[in-house]
């Protein structure tokens, strides 16, 4: 039984030996091997891998070391390898344009942990790429140099943990996204207290446009640590469109945490489009500045642009936007708030800006030196690309004294290519002007519905540089329903359907004010001289019917206690004609009274008024101006000229109390 033991006990010492032998022989084999050797073994299994030729031109060695780690198990005794190959080349593909390689590096040092490779596991602690060349090259047909063959899903887990890079060079070219970009890497001279490592800049073209910038970076890319934050800085331009971020991306490998501090500025919101595909509006020159947080996550990400102030034109502006990916298309949300926001900032939403404000935001000036209604054209195409839920506000409107706006609110809501405004509610003359307005850009020619609603504008707000319309008491009350198609406010308006109704009842108007719109000329002397006496308004009852763009007077009638007044005509949306005719009748003695009807002609760039065209110019004028705002709005001012036979207030006044309605035709 000793003897069978002491024979076992041998064996395994013989065994054990051996195996120690066998793993010294191996030691000795791999510190003395010349490594060399397997570099056309290397670059054979490397370019069947990626479908085109790969070489290591230079020297491939390979060393040793214990690793400084907190592993406490017998883990820690055993050494690394760690592999340096120099001269490193991968060759574009044969269709590329920027030259022979796609890849150059100059060194390449990289460590492995060796006990996972048993569980298929490749562990790169540290990867460091020493002036490192890249080409990054899209063709016109859409093919691109950094997609390789897929054999399929692989068993093997890779795991890099942190990259360090010193000189280096990436071109990215891309005809179709008109990219043509060089970037270079530097290693600052000392490592600044930020943790800035690299500096870099770029130099290009981006969408015709000069692209110019520099930043820095950290110099060690911790992938997977989420306890070093890898700082960022940079401040490019593009154009006229200026980007600058400073702070740190946490655990680069899966975008985990971004947290920036971004600033924004160019001519126009709607460039930022072709930078970050979200559709945002036309706007004169902005500027903002806030915070960035987001993540990627698979299928897309969330971002959130916090608290950020800043100005669009004139105006101020600050808020809070979240993007959030999902299907089938992201979504952006938030809430908007100016101060003080001056009305002609709004002039591009609509294209009602002047042709140099169009010019300096890269728009072709297309509207006609004779029209009023703005005729640039809406790009709906884009409009599919995402969905939107945003508020605005502004607290304050800056804008001339011709026109008595306070405020503004509206809800933004843009889904599968339906753009509305549930209300888009406007202060003026003490009252409100609320509308909503829905536009479908699903199709090649939008399509418009419009409703209406004016309350409780005070008379002697809505004139107010008119100093004897101060004391003028009463209400202007109104309702529109219009519908449209076209791809500008000029085409909806031309092809518009609907109706208009305005009312005041039972008002006072100031005498100065209903003769200046030519009731009688002298009374306009008379009020100069002994001041402005309060008329009494029975009524003041209009309604129009609106048929492809043709305002067609239905009733309109100004009854004072001294007088009163019918119009009747036309005023032509398309062409922006007016053709109306004044009929006035005193109720008592006028030192001149007019007996033939007085007319109302002309464009509404150049009105024609008979009598007084000072006075009605002033008012096609606000009409203008109104419209600038909002197309239907131009219709309040000239509405004071429509046309009835009736006399009979009540009965007018139930008429016009009526919603109105877009005729079944136009549906």
């Known amino acids: 039984?000793?003897?069978?033991?002491?024979?076992?006990?041998?064996?395994?010492?013989?065994?054990?030996?051996?195996?120690?032998?066998?793993?010294?022989?191996?030691?000795?084999?791999m510190l003395t091997f010349d490594w060399n050797l397997a570099r056309p073994w290397l670059n054979q299994r490397v370019s069947d891998a990626a479908g085109r030729p790969f070489a290591i031109n230079g020297d491939l060695s390979l060393h040793w070391f214990n690793p400084q780690?907190?592993?406490?198990?017998?883990?820690?005794?055993?050494?690394?390898?760690?592999?340096?190959?120099?001269?490193?080349?991968?060759?574009n593909p044969d269709w590329a344009k920027t030259g022979l390689h796609m890849v150059e590096v100059g060194q390449v040092t990289f460590t492995l942990q060796p006990l996972p490779l048993l569980e298929k596991r490749i562990i790169i602690p540290n990867l460091q790429l020493d002036t490192p060349v890249v080409m990054l090259e899209q063709s016109a047909d859409g093919k691109n140099n950094w997609t390789f063959p897929s054999t399929g899903p692989s068993q093997w887990k890779v795991n890099l943990q942190k990259v360090v890079l010193t000189q280096g060079t990436i071109r990215l070219l891309s005809p179709i996204k008109k990219i043509d970009i060089d970037a270079h890497i530097a290693t600052l001279p000392t490592t600044t207290k930020e943790g800035y490592g690299l500096g870099w800049s770029v130099k290009g073209s981006f969408n015709k446009a000069a692209v110019s910038g520099k930043g820095k970076a950290g110099a060690v890319l911790s992938l997977e640590n989420v306890n070093a934050p890898y700082p960022l800085e940079a401040d490019v331009h593009i154009g006229k469109t200026i980007i600058a971020i400073k702070g740190s991306l946490t655990k680069p490998s899966d975008l985990a945490a971004l947290d920036l501090r971004l600033t924004l500025s160019a001519t126009s919101m709607a460039d930022l489009y072709p930078l970050t595909g979200i559709l945002l509006p036309a706007t004169p020159p902005f500027s903002t500045e806030g915070r960035l947080i987001g993540n990627v996550k698979p299928g897309g990400g969330e971002w959130r642009y916090e608290n950020f102030n800043g100005h669009v034109g004139s105006s101020d502006l600050s808020g809070t936007l979240d993007y959030m990916a999902r299907d089938p298309r992201p979504l952006l949300k938030g809430t908007l708030v100016s101060n003080q926001l001056r009305l002609v900032d709004l002039g591009p939403l609509i294209g009602a800006d002047s042709n140099a404000s169009k010019a300096n935001r890269g728009v072709a000036p297309n509207q006609p030196a004779d029209k009023v209604l703005p005729t640039e054209q809406f790009d709906t195409s884009r409009w599919g690309s995402i969905d939107a839920d945003v508020k605005f506000t502004a607290k304050k409107i800056i804008r001339s004294e011709a026109l008595p706006i306070q405020d503004l609110k509206t809800n933004i809501h843009l889904k599968d290519s339906q753009l509305s405004l549930t209300p888009l509610d406007f202060g003026i003359a003490g009252g409100n002007l609320i509308s909503t307005i829905r536009l479908d850009g699903s199709g090649k020619v939008m399509k418009a519905k419009i409703t209406l609603s004016a309350r409780h504008l005070k008379i002697n707000r809505l004139f107010p540089t008119l100093e004897s319309a101060r004391a003028s008491l009463g209400e202007i009350n109104g309702d529109a329903a219009l519908m449209g198609t076209g791809n500008s406010v000029a085409a909806l308006m031309a092809t518009s359907n609907g109706?208009?109704?305005?009312?005041i009842n039972q008002g006072t108007l100031s005498k100065f004010i209903l003769e200046a719109a030519g009731l009688?000329?002298?009374?306009?002397?008379?009020?100069?001289?002994?001041?402005d006496k309060q008329v009494k308004l029975n009524c003041l009852a209009s309604d129009f019917v609106i048929v492809n763009g043709v305002m067609q007077t239905r009733t309109f009638l100004l009854d004072t206690d001294d007088a009163m007044i019918t119009v009747n005509g036309q005023i032509n949306l398309k062409t922006e004609v007016m053709a109306l005719n004044v009929k006035p009748k005193s109720k008592g003695l006028r030192i001149i009274s007019f007996r033939s009807p007085l007319y109302v002609a002309g464009t509404f760039k150049n009105p024609d008024v008979g009598v007084d065209k000072g006075i009605l110019a002033l008012k096609a004028g606000s009409a203008i101006a109104l419209g600038v705002l909002f197309p239907v709005a131009a219709i309040l001012p000239l509405v004071n000229i429509g046309s009835t036979q009736q006399t009979d207030c009540a009965s007018l006044l139930a008429e016009v109390k009526l919603k109105p309605v877009i005729p079944p035709s136009a549906h």
């Open 499 to 503: 109706e208009l109704k305005t009312l």
């Open 69 to 91: 780690t907190e592993e406490t198990s017998w883990h820690k005794w055993i050494p690394w390898p760690q592999l340096t190959a120099q001269n490193i080349v991968l060759a």
């Open 1 to 29: 039984m000793t003897t069978t033991k002491f024979r076992l006990l041998k064996i395994f010492s013989w065994c054990l030996g051996g195996l120690f032998i066998l793993l010294a022989l191996c030691v000795v084999f």
């Open 520 to 531: 009688n000329v002298g009374n306009v002397v008379l009020s100069k001289l002994f001041g």
